[in-house]
């Protein structure tokens, strides 16, 4: 229950994509990559932000339940 | 009237197409990742509240034991008085209280067993899998439609020798167009 790990992973992906995304776009600027932006990249994006915050309170979730329950005599 | 292609680079388009697929699978392992985190912490709360029950089970038999102990100094001394039992009521306080910490453990336990899929349920997974929906339909159908673009902007820069960034048509012109 460590989500650290795919959570770097996730943010880093999403780093790296939207980095790629602004070079692209300097290159590209047609009805096609409006379309694109509106309904591919755009919500790919945002929907990664919320998995993101998601995760963040999975975890928060999962150190209150370790705190509670694990075992220590 | 259909606006044109303005794409300056093809190759920054083809560099775009494959990060995608490259962040399409990173997303997808990140998922996966989670979802198994996730299975690992319900099994550990479930083994936590094993452990804590096989604890409530031995503090029941200590303070059976520390019960009798104290019992058994509780007969009069040859001398007809009472002999001093505060070292045995101290260790029955201590055992009772450890099962009492056991007991209230197992209950938290409990307590979390019966909330966790459902808060999981809350906060995480309609986004997780919102987004593994995304990744398995828009974003597949819409990398293979990026995809037949630069086929077509490949297919007409190669009719086109001088072919340069700027606005252009597609699908690309057939060759006497060009003239």
Redesign the interface.
């Known amino acids: ?3 650290g ?3 770097s ?2 943010y ?3 780093k ?2 939207r980095a ?2 602004d ?2 776009a ?8 409006r379309d ?1 932006e509106e ?2 990249w755009g ?2 994006d945002s ?2 932000s ?2 993101l ?3 963040d ?2 975890s928060t ?2 150190t209150q ?1 370790r705190q ?4 220590n ?1 | 009237m259909p606006e044109g292609a303005d794409v300056a680079s093809i190759e920054a388009l083809r560099d775009w197409l494959a990060a995608l697929a490259v962040y399409r699978d990173g997303v997808g392992e990140s998922l996966a990742g989670v979802q198994i985190e996730v299975r690992r912490g319900l099994e550990w709360v479930a083994e936590q509240s094993a452990l804590w029950q096989r604890a409530v089970r031995d503090c029941e038999e200590e303070v059976t034991q520390r019960k009798a102990e104290l019992a058994a100094k509780k007969f009069p001394n040859w001398d007809g008085r009472m002999p001093d039992t505060t070292v045995e009521e101290r260790n029955l306080r201590r055992a009772q209280a450890r099962l009492e910490y056991a007991e209230e453990q197992v209950r938290k336990c409990r307590s979390w067993i019966a909330r966790l899929p459902k808060l999981i349920e809350e906060c995480y997974t309609p986004h997780g899998h919102r987004l593994q929906l995304f990744l398995e339909g828009d974003l597949t159908r819409g990398m293979a439609v990026l995809d037949r673009r630069i086929d077509a902007l490949e297919r007409y820069a190669g009719l086109k020798t001088d072919y340069s960034s700027g606005p252009s048509a597609i699908p690309a012109p057939k060759p006497e167009e060009q003239r």
Request: glycine residues 0%; proline residues 4%.
């Open positions: 229950m460590r989500f790990a795919s959570r992973q996730l880093d992906a999403q790296t994509a790629r995304w070079a692209a300097e290159t590209w600027n047609d009805a096609s990559r694109f309904h591919v919500p790919l929907q990664t919320e998995v915050r998601a995760i309170q999975l979730l999962f339940v509670d329950c694990e075992f005599p």
